[in-house]
């Protein structure tokens, strides 16, 4: 009795909150700087895109524009010179579009067939080729650059935009390889077994089976490569001509012009339209790349 | 009706052989239980029969057919996993469908073959849920039902029961018993450990250990006549109770000695000619009884009770008698107390004699 009485008298009601404690001011107060370290070069960016040069001579740098323009974002997507061609970032633009949308589906059909084949199906040399490929993950890029010119000369696609296709899907093939081997390897063999037992070959256990389950490793192995791809310099630079040229390259190539007057608007403007797409794959996907990832990485 | 025979098969992962020149003959439309603990080879055993496992040696035949370099969809047997192994992104419907999709059976023949299936195995209902939606029961369910729709010859079942709780593992075990009498033409090769399954649904059981079968037989000539003291030991519970002795030869009265016991053998029948004295008495807890008997050759002896466990339908004892454990089962309840002397007796016939250096039955 006395004691059922005494908890009846007591405080009610959830559990109360402090909001102000120490450890929650070290958290926000880091997270706060962290942010304005990342959002104040970005700030400066828009701002100065969209102010007319006079303005931006005289003007301060952190100032918003008095009078907003969009004159500079109009010239860097289409009439900004590069070399010989005035019409914009616009060609590097579909030059990088073009260049992505096979690279990275071939790359990620190939990697995830790869990684099922290998995780599934124990065939002679298996091991071997696992071996090789991690290997290859961790070759640093550069000591392959001027071999790989030769290779691309001697197949006839040195310069080319299937050139560029051929090495993005290459150089893409161990750590998606990697990944969806792991992933795959996490799937019972019992269900493998089972789709065995129940008539579905090779391709049918990975179309009707391993695929469906493999979504969330496939959304991450796009964004992986989509942005990859896109913020690719170094192999653009090296193995296509200035008219196939994606945009990294070209972008660079507008904003290190030597010639005439350096028009900052129209380079921030250029700068942000080339970083728009991955941007935007990173806020429309923020929720499934990180599902993606922990479930990738938990299964794997 | 479809046998199946196991001919010489060796399996080996790397160094480690699994299996060693097995032969195995399953009868058409038999009930065969493979019985054994967790390691022993069954899973790998089943697996060859349904071609998942590239073996080292030896040759699979069902329907007298040598299938040893078939596919698992050409042999005509349907299997049914320990993890369900239901394909997760599919609905029941299309799980039940999968295998008649690849064999690109007409629509309404599937139509036809998944109503029939889902309606014997009352998951009608179900159809439209994916797999997530289920529970364990109705999980398995479906997945005997994945090999139901196939009209199989051979059903293969590995541990099908052992991921359910012990309400439905008692339910589903009357149906599958069910099942079989319905699909009399069916032949069954059922994994477990669990020797109740084993007993029940058995036509035969075939007793492995490390490997190696050590017995085939029906599932009272298991548990009466185990051929060694691993099968003893093996099948039962409580377990057999298993007593360390001697035999003695005297004027042609044979009698197994230990610490104050003398057992009659004159009723025990020999099945092997004693070539050694070291033996081991092994007798079942439920065959020894309350009481006094007066029928010849029939062993009676006075035991303390120690520990008494009711279990509500029955009650188990143990108790030492010159210093040797004994567990006795009592039907029903029993007021029996620890430090109480009880009467009892065994009868010879029921018990099993093993040799102490082969752990053969006499
Ligand atoms: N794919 C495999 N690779 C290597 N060893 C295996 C493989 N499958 C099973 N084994 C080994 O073979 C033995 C028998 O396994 P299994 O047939 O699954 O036993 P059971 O089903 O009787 O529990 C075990 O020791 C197991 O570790
Ligand atoms: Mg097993």
Known sequence: ?300 | MASVSVRDLTVRFGAESILESLNLDIKAGEFLVLLGASGCGKSTLLNCIAGLVDFEDGQIFINEQNVTWSEPKDRGVGMVFQSFALYPSMTVEKNLSFSLRNARLSKSDINARVRRASKILRIEKLLLRKPSQLSGGQRQRVAIGRALVRDVNVFLLDEPLSNLDAKLRAELRVELNRLHKRLEKTTMVYVTHDQIEAMTLADRIAVMRDGIIQQLDSPITVYNVPVNRYVAEFIGSPSINMIGGVIDNQANQLTFQTRGITVDLSRYVFSHKVRTTSVTLGVRPEHIHVGESRVPGVFNCRIFVDLVEPMGSDTLIWATVFGNTLRVRLNGQSDVQPGDALSVYFDPANTSLFANDTNLRL
Request: net charge positive.
């Open chain 1, 1 to 300: 009795m006395d004691k059922s009485n005494s908890l009846d008298d007591g405080p009610r009601g959830t559990k109360p909150h402090r909001a102000l404690t120490r450890r929650n001011i070290l958290v926000y107060g880091t997270l706060t700087i962290v942010s304005i370290y990342y959002l104040l070069p970005l700030y400066v960016m828009i701002v100065t895109s969209l102010k007319g040069m006079p303005e931006i001579r005289w003007g301060h740098l952190l100032a918003p524009p008095l009078e907003i323009t969009f004159q500079p974002w109009v010239k860097a997507w289409s009439q900004v010179c590069t070399g010989l061609n005035c019409d914009g970032l616009s060609r590097g633009f579909g030059n990088s579009v073009r260049i992505l949308i096979p690279s990275t589906i071939l790359s990620i059909f190939i990697a995830s067939v790869n990684g099922y084949a290998l995780s599934k199906w124990r065939f002679k040399g298996s091991e071997l080729i696992f071996t090789v490929l991690i290997i290859g993950a961790f070759i640093p890029y550069q000591t392959m650059l001027y071999p790989v010119v030769i290779i691309l000369r001697e197949i006839g696609l040195m310069g080319s935009l299937w050139g560029l296709v051929l090495v993005h899907t290459v150089f893409g093939m161990p750590i998606l390889t990697l990944i969806f081997r792991n992933f795959f390897a996490s799937i019972p063999q019992e269900l493998h077994n089972a789709a065995r037992v129940d008539g579905a070959g090779f391709w049918g256990i990975y179309f009707h089976i391993m695929l469906p389950m493999a979504v969330p490793v496939f959304v991450v192995a796009t964004i992986l490569q989509v942005t990859g791809i896109w913020n690719d310099f170094l192999f653009g630079v090296v193995y296509t001509e200035p008219a196939d040229y994606p945009m990294t390259v070209q972008l660079n190539n507008i904003v290190n012009a030597v010639q005439g007057v350096k028009e900052y608007n129209v380079n921030m403007a250029a700068t942000l339209i080339s970083g728009l797409l991955p941007l935007t794959v990173y806020f429309l996907s923020g929720k499934l790349f990180v599902r993606g990832l922990t479930s990738a990485s938990i299964k794997g």
